[in-house]
Structures are given as structure tokens and as C-alpha cells.
């Protein structure tokens, strides 16, 4: 019998953005089975792309309560393992804390809900639960994210004293001038996105993998919004001044409207020793920077690199890895966890770090909306 994963996804239909990386992803390590789902609210489009993508109608249910009701139903050993939530903000905490409650395993979307009080919630069910639940930082999954992460801890920077972190989009541009089309975006409807546009969608990558790669904590911002028209509320540009501690300071940088900018997520490093720059729509050259050599640029699948990095790709260097790839990576981290197999302590994001998100959302909107004053995390 195989011992593949059985995985069910919520969302993620043929319309969507993410649900193909996730499908990928999910396969890339042969460790999954897609299993069944709900993946549209529609009927209609929820069969017709489950009979395109070959999942059989069984297990194709037509709301996230029939599927939980439907999948209690059957023995534990046929039961979806774990369930991803795919669809947008404002159902991931509905939706995940059911699916605790019942005993599944999730793999969560981010920002992980729509405010800091749901997000301890679900913390709190999953500690009773003692399940296995990871939020898709996606970018944490790059094997030079993960070199960045290794060399930080061992030491190689030094004393960490300055950071930077710029993740600029410009999609939003075309829509914003427009109310007519602004309305027709559920990232910038609050009842569907939650508090926050730009930093809960992006600003909430580059917190995230600041504290990933430094194995730090954000200690105090300061945070100026930018919503760009009065009858806009959620912010669709800020910029965050941040202290790790007294004497490492830096920036979050986020923009939806920096105009024709892609996905342009930049991480700069600066320790005492020697610092790492690696960019996003560049996923493969991590940039180590000392004061006594040339510029050195890292790239995967060496033996150079460490054992965390290396683990995270699977063909021979010069073979581009990108965003599926990164998300293959997460997905992998879970299933060893999910099958009690030794993995590094950043082989997925975890729950915490989706809380930690929610935190960083939330104070960021207090400080701008105090005043741009600094407020403690
Ligand atoms: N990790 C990343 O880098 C990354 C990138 C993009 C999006 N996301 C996150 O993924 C989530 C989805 O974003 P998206 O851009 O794919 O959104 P989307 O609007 O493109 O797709 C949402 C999907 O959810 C489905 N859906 C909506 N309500 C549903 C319901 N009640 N039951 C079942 N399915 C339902 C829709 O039909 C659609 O298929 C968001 O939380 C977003 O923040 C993360």
C-alpha cells in the first residue's frame, strides 16, 4: 500500500493564482496524493476543474463542511493526512480551525488569518491537537534562503547590524486610479483581506524572512502607510523602520504601487564579518559580500553549500530552481515532519511564524495609525 501523503486542498481552483504552485509543489518529491478538495464555491467549476485535473468526483465536495463531515466518515487510514488552505484571507481561520478541531493537518496560506487574536487561537487548538501545521512563506523554500539562514547561524556575518528587506510589486497601479476596478480586488475589500493590503500580502514576506534567515525577533517598528486615495482604506504601500535589538536596526520596505516592478523582493544582510544580498526574481546567486575578497556569488546544488541547502535541491548546479521549486521545498519539510523523519528546524514555516505575521500586521497599522510612533512587538 502506498505511503503517500493524502492531501485535500480548500481552494485553489483552475482560477486561481497559487493552487498550481501547490499541486506542483506537492508532487515534486513523490510524497503526496492529491486526494480530493473543495476548490471553487461554485459547483459547477469545482467538478469540472477536479475531472480536469483527474480527482475523482468522491471526494469533491461542494463546501469545506461537507468535506470535513464527508472525510470523518471514512477510516483513518483512507482520511485525508493533511488539508491546505488555498482560498483568500478571510476564510483561512474558519477554515483552519476546523480542520484542527478534527484532527487534520493543515498547510495554511498566508497572512495565516485576519487578525492576531485568531491567529493565538489557532495556536492554541493546535497545541492541544498536536498537529503539524505549516504557513507558505513560500520564498523561505529557495535553497539560497536557506544557505542565507545556515551561514547566519553559524556565525559567518558576525554580529548581525543592519538589515534590509524591499519586496515591490506594482499590480496594483493599474487598478487604484480606477474605483470601479479597485472594487472588483477582494486584496483591497477588508471583508475579504483582512486589515491590510500590501503589508498583510507582502510586507508579511519580508518580516517573516527577516526573522527566518537571522533566527532573530523584531523588537520595535515604526510604520508610514500609504492607501493612496482617501476612499481607499486598506494600504497599499508602506515602509518600516525596524529594531532587532539596540544595535541592529534596519527597513521593511513594501510597495504595490512602485509601478512595473514584478516581484521584486530584495534581502540584504550586515553583519560585522561580512554580508549576503539575495533577490527573489534572481533566486539562484546568493551574493556573500568580505571586506578582504572579491564579491562571491553562491549558487545551488555545490558541495559547497550546506547540508540544509543542498537538501533543498534536487538536479545538478546550473538547472534554474524557482518558486515551485521553493514551495516543493515547504511541502517536502512537511511531509517528513508529518512522517516523523528528521528535518532542519526552517524545513517549512511553521504556525508560529503565522502568528508572529499577524502580530507584525497589526502593529504596524497601530503605529501608522498612532502617529508614526514606534510601538514594541
Ligand atoms: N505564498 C505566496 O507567495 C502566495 C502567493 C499568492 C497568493 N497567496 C495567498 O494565497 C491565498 C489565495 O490567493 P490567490 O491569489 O490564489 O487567490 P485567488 O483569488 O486567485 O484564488 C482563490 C481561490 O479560492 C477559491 N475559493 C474562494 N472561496 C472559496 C470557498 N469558500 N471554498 C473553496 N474555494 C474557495 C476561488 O474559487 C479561487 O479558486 C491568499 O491568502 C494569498 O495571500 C500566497
Known amino acids: 500500500m502506498s505511503n503517500k501523503i493524502r492531501l485535500g486542498i480548500l481552494g485553489g481552483g483552475g482560477d486561481s493564482l497559487i493552487g498550481v504552485v501547490h499541486r506542483i509543489a506537492s508532487n515534486m518529491f513523490d510524497r503526496y496524493q492529491l486526494v480530493g478538495g473543495c476548490f471553487n464555491p461554485n459547483i459547477e467549476d469545482n467538478n469540472s476543474f477536479a475531472e480536469r485535473i483527474g480527482i475523482p468526483l468522491n471526494r469533491v465536495y461542494a463546501s469545506f463542511d461537507i468535506l470535513i463531515e464527508e472525510e470523518l466518515k471514512l477510516p483513518v487510514e483512507e482520511r485525508m493526512e493533511v488539508i491546505s488552505v488555498l482560498t483568500p484571507n478571510f476564510l483561512h481561520f474558519p477554515m483552519a480551525k476546523k480542520l484542527l478541531e478534527n484532527g487534520f493537518n493543515v498547510i495554511c496560506e498566508k497572512p495565516l488569518t485576519t487578525s492576531y487574536a485568531e491567529a493565538l487561537e489557532l495556536e492554541a487548538i493546535q497545541e492541544e491537537k498536536q498537529a503539524v501545521f505549516a504557513v507558505t512563506y513560500t520564498y523561505t523554500g529557495y535553497p539560497m534562503v536557506r544557505q542565507m539562514k545556515d551561514m547566519i547561524r553559524r556565525g559567518v556575518l558576525g554580529t548581525i547590524q543592519k538589515v534590509d528587506l524591499q519586496y515591490y510589486q506594482g499590480w496594483i497601479n493599474p487598478v487604484i486610479h480606477h474605483p470601479e476596478e479597485r472594487a472588483k480586488v477582494w486584496r483591497l475589500d477588508p471583508e475579504k483581506g483582512g486589515l491590510s493590503c500590501c503589508i498583510g500580502d507582502i510586507g508579511t514576506h519580508a518580516f517573516d524572512m527577516l526573522e527566518y534567515v537571522t533566527g532573530m525577533e523584531v523588537k520595535q517598528l515604526l510604520a ?154
Open 224 to 377: 508610514d502607510l500609504n492607501t493612496l486615495y482617501a476612499d481607499n482604506s486598506l494600504d497599499v504601500d508602506g515602509t518600516v523602520l525596524i529594531r532587532m535589538s539596540e544595535y541592529c536596526k534596519g527597513v521593511i520596505r513594501a510597495s504595490q504601487i512602485a509601478t512595473a516592478e514584478e516581484n521584486n523582493f530584495t534581502v540584504q544582510i550586515y553583519g560585522s564579518k561580512g554580508s549576503l544580498k539575495w533577490q527573489q526574481e534572481n533566486p539562484n546567486a546568493l551574493i556573500h559580500l568580505t571586506e578582504d575578497l572579491p564579491m562571491q556569488v553562491l549558487k545551488p546544488g555545490h558541495d559547497y553549500l550546506s547540508e540544509f541547502s543542498l537538501d533543498g535541491s534536487k538536479i545538478p548546479p546550473g538547472h534554474p530552481e524557482g518558486i515551485f521549486d521553493s514551495m516543493g521545498n515547504i511541502y517536502n519539510g512537511v511531509a517528513k515532519a508529518l512522517r516523523n523523519e528528521r528535518h532542519d528546524e526552517g524545513a517549512f514555516p511553521t504556525l508560529h511564524d503565522g502568528v508572529r505575521g499577524m502580530l507584525f500586521i497589526e502593529k504596524v497599522l497601530d503605529s501608522n495609525a498612532n502617529g508614526n510612533t514606534w510601538v514594541t512587538l
